[in-house]
């Protein structure tokens, strides 16, 4: 029984798509009449664009307390000082102009204040392996441990393989030749545990390919 829960586990996250990971985690420091980005200890406004999808941490390093006050109701007044030390707002998923301000120490546009400035986030090119005739295989799958790596590829770029354990940590990273042979090249990975691990084509630095490798005992 244990076996096939562990069988349907696999194949559930086998199932789920990947997510592209787009959005950033932008911090502003909150200090004594300041708002602004690590290591900068002005008095001037915080005055920052992000991109949609972007979220936002406030983090305190002061002394005296600074309640943070949306202008336009975007958020609800929340305290930045030595017992709320750090507060994440949700994602800014619409764009437009977000002002703020210290209800302490400063008004809107005067004082300790900042704005932030949300645009539309532009999707980049991308490289569609398919159309280009690039793919990038690594079998058997499940493995327990010896792989072969396959790769369909056209001259005159930077090829690379990337594996990633399931939360996004970096295992390995292997170069793949244009010289690579039709007969693949083998890959020992079997020091790496059992489970689920992503591995991505990166074509000049850049994925455009991922796909999922299962390691067994």
Known sequence: MKLFTRVLAVAAILAMPLAPVLAANITIVVGDNFYHGPGNTTNDADIR????GDVVTFTYSGQSS????SDNGAWATFQMNSTSRSVTLPAFNTVGTYPYHCTAHGAPGLGQYGVLTVVARTPSATLDPAAAGIN???YPNPSRGLVT???DQKPGADY???LSNIIGQEIRTVALKPDLSAAGLPLDLSDLHAGLYVYSLL???KVVSTKRLVLQN
């Open 49 to 52: 664009t992000i991109t949609q």
């Open 66 to 69: 600074h309640p943070t006050m």
């Open 136 to 138: 990038l295989s690594v």
């Open 149 to 151: 790596v396959k790769l």
């Open 160 to 162: 690379k393989l990337r």
């Open 203 to 205: 074509v000049d630095g």
